[in-house]
């Protein structure tokens, strides 16, 4: 598991800075797991620029966010998020939430394999 602590990290993570190249196609994860209230730079932000890239853009993101707003709900999905989770208060509930999604995107659901273009 890959943790980043904010917008930039993140894409650091995928796309390097400078003449880094970020990590390979092979290191991709098999699930993103993304906030929209990231410090630095935002979360969707982080979605529109790993679906402009090749690279990136087939890799699943789930938005975990905090928010109920309609436009973030729209916006997440316009930009390409693959689902859209609104965080469950109790700690409890929220680590419940985090097994499901583990079962499903990791167990149950089929991806692309890293690197397949899809047009």
Not at 24 to 51: F, N, W, Y
Not at 55 to 79: A, W
Not at 87 to 105: D, G, N
């Amino acid at each position: 598991m890959i943790v980043t602590a904010d917008g930039v990290e993140a894409l650091n993570y995928f796309f390097g800075e400078d003449s880094n190249s970020g990590c390979l196609v092979d290191d991709l994860p098999v699930v993103v797991l993304l906030d929209l209230h990231l410090p630095k730079v935002d979360g969707l932000e982080v979605l529109r620029r790993m679906r402009a890239n090749e690279k990136t853009k087939v890799v699943p993101v789930v938005v975990l966010t905090s928010s109920n707003e309609q436009k973030d709900i729209i916006n997440s999905y316009g930009f390409g998020a693959n689902s859209f989770i609104r965080k469950p208060v109790k700690f409890s509930e929220f680590a419940e939430a985090i097994e499901q999604l583990e079962l499903y995107w990791v167990v149950f659901n089929l991806t692309a394999p890293n690197g397949t273009s899809t047009g």
